[in-house]
């Protein structure tokens, strides 16, 4: 991260100095090993031609087609290994063309087979952002400093899972006015500009990461909003779908998970929402928003990303049974919370990674300064949170609630999230701890010993203030 933070700072830029007219010959050698004669002759432009306008021009092309990027601000690009907290760069063009449209032919077909080929191999090597885009939606971003210290937050014994408490309130709607009056503040958003909050250590512990500014990937979102109306309508939801402690609206989780009594990781099971569930997984909608997701938790926490990807990539292919939902994401979970009036109680997700992040994009038809604010109570904000905007938490540690709509009006959200016991079993060798035990006491007592050390472990892989601003006080 220090690295790319320099190189997106960099003003100047060293250019290879063109050869000696007087080396070139006029013979070239093509790429069968055969010599041409090619005649070389400089050609005099009139004195009024100037070169500034061209490249202006250029660049207004290239910044067009960058907002039309169907994965947002990222590129999948070789990167996370098994050091995440290395940040690797690369500038790759080839992959703009995709967003013009060409006449299909036989060059082109060679073309596009080789960028799937691109896009598979970049999907198992992770995203990596570019210099450009670091600058764009980073550096150009104001961090905002906050009062609270993440690592007070409480955690279990090995930073697994968050630690539980009573939570006041939990079981009522808290409205903007009343948690103004306990002295939040009030964040207008709209839902475009990233705005990062750090603790006071200058831990990153939110981004209100945002959208790409591109007219089709609303168009998108509104396209998964409607998509979440209609099969919400057709669905027969259990009981359990609609009563849980997060709020009163149908949620169905997708995945994989582990922990709460099951012996190995499993894949949650959505029984006869089956249908409904793959459509909604095969929407290229979807996989659009759960890749936007993903891309910016790349791009604002690449060390705890590059965490996810190495635990998640080792049980993926040890357990060849568990499903990857999104081809494009890190995430190995998701929940669809069906409108038409989605807001949350009070809450905390303590069995996600207590220092990782969840990703919520909210989606429906509402004024985001009427409601659906998303609040986060230790960190002290009310944010506006519209529609196809996107917020990145420690959902685990952090709580949160939201705000009604206003009437008349609809919202839904997707999330993607990783329970922590996921990685607590990558960690044991693919065992449960009781299991490690009896299989080799030697490395359960190693585990055991090494429980208290990582909250802190976890801690450090978080994006620091320095790594992004290094000159800043």
């Not at 309130?169 to 306990?182: F, Q, Y």
């Not at 230790?378 to 709509?405: C, K, M, Q, Y």
């Not at 693919?430 to 010993?449: A, H, N, Q, S, V």
């Amino acid at each position: 991260m220090e690295d790319l933070a320099r190189l997106a700072k960099r003003q100047e830029v060293p250019v290879t100095a063109m050869p000696d007219s007087n080396d070139d010959d006029g013979f070239n050698m093509t790429w069968h090993g055969k010599t041409v004669h090619v005649d070389v002759s400089a050609i005099q432009g009139p004195l009024s031609f100037s070169i500034a306008p061209l490249l202006k021009a250029s660049t207004a092309v290239e910044d067009e087609v960058f907002d039309c990027e169907a994965d947002g601000p990222m590129q999948p690009l070789p990167g996370s290994s098994a050091h995440p907290a290395s940040v690797n760069v690369a500038a790759s063009k080839s992959d703009h063309q995709a967003c013009i449209p060409v006449k299909r032919t036989k060059q082109s077909s060679n073309n596009r087979r080789r960028k799937y080929r691109r896009l598979e191999k970049g999907a198992q090597a992770g995203y990596t952002p570019r210099v450009d885009v670091f600058r764009r939606f980073v550096l150009q971003s104001i961090p905002t400093p906050t009062n609270l210290d993440f690592a007070t937050l409480p955690v279990n014994n090995g930073a697994y899972s968050a630690g539980t408490f009573k939570i006041p309130n939990s079981d009522r709607l808290v409205t903007v006015e009343e948690a103004l009056k306990l002295g939040l503040t009030y964040v207008p958003w709209k839902g475009i500009d990233s705005k990062p909050y750090f603790d006071s250590e200058g831990r990153l512990v939110c981004v209100a990461a945002g959208r790409p500014d591109d007219a089709r990937f609303l168009a998108a979102a509104d396209a998964v909003f409607e998509h979440l109306a209609v099969a919400g309508k057709a669905a027969a939801f259990r009981k359990s779908h609609v009563e849980h402690p997060r709020g009163a609206f149908p949620a169905v989780n997708v995945g994989i998970t582990h922990g709460q009594g099951t012996q190995r990781p499993v894949n949650l099971q959505t029984h006869e929402l089956k249908g409904v569930v793959e459509e909604l997984l095969a929407d290229e909608n979807v996989q659009r928003l759960a890749t936007f997701g993903s891309a910016c938790f790349a791009l604002w926490a690449p060390h705890v990303y590059g965490y996810y990807k190495e635990h998640l990539d080792k049980l993926f292919e040890r357990m060849p049974d568990l499903r990857r939902i999104f081809p494009k994401s890190v995430f190995p979970t998701a929940a669809f919370n069906f409108g038409p009036n989605v807001w949350t109680f009070k809450h905390r997700d303590v069995k996600n990674c207590p220092f990782g992040f969840c990703a919520i994009q909210s989606l429906g038809r509402f004024d985001p300064t009427k409601g659906g604010h998303l609040i986060l109570w230790e960190l002290g904000l009310i944010i506006e949170f519209p529609p196809g905007s996107l917020i990145l938490i420690p959902s685990a540690t952090i709580t949160h609630s939201n705000v009604p709509v206003a009437e008349g009006e609809e919202r839904a959200s997707f999330t993607q999230y990783a329970a922590g016991g996921l990685f607590r079993f990558v960690d044991y060798g693919f065992c449960t701890e009781i299991d490690l035990k009896e299989r080799d006491y030697d490395r359960y007592i190693k585990m055991r010993e090494a429980k208290p050390d990582r909250w802190q472990a976890g801690l450090d892989l978080l994006t620091k203030l320095q790594d992004l601003w290094p000159d800043r006080d």
